[in-house]
């Protein structure tokens, strides 16, 4: 008996966006690789991993900085998941136009979490059908 491998999920982003972290936003992907890798390397082997794009955030959000979440974090999200060789799950395309399902503009509704867990449900649809398909001997 081989066990599958663990697998991680990792949602990154909106927090580096705020202007607290503006002093760190040019280590930013390299930080986010670091982080995942640590955790990867916690278990052996090393875990699969999934990465987010963090989903929308909407103005006014007064400690989150728009213009760096787009230019800076977002990208730097996209060349972790790229320089670790781990997929990227898009949680803005699909809900990019949902301003009205995040009250505060950060937070979703639960109809959004639900959303967002349908997504992630369908990225992981293959590593819960090879977890189904485990026979211990």
Known sequence: YEAPRRKQVFMLGTNDAQFANAA???????DLADLVEHFRGLVE?????????????FPPVPEIDFDALQSVVRPAI???????????????TPLADRGDAFPD?????????????????EKLAPVLAELRNVTLS
């Open 45 to 57: 082997p090393p875990a699969d991993v999934l990465l987010t794009q963090c989903p929308p955030a």
């Open 105 to 121: 503009g950060l937070h979703p509704t639960a109809e959004i979490a639900r959303r967002i867990a349908e997504i992630m449900a």
């Open 78 to 92: 996209a060349a972790a998941a790229e320089a670790i060789d781990a997929p990227l799950v898009d949680l803005l």
């Open 24 to 30: 760190a936003r040019s280590t930013t992907g390299r």
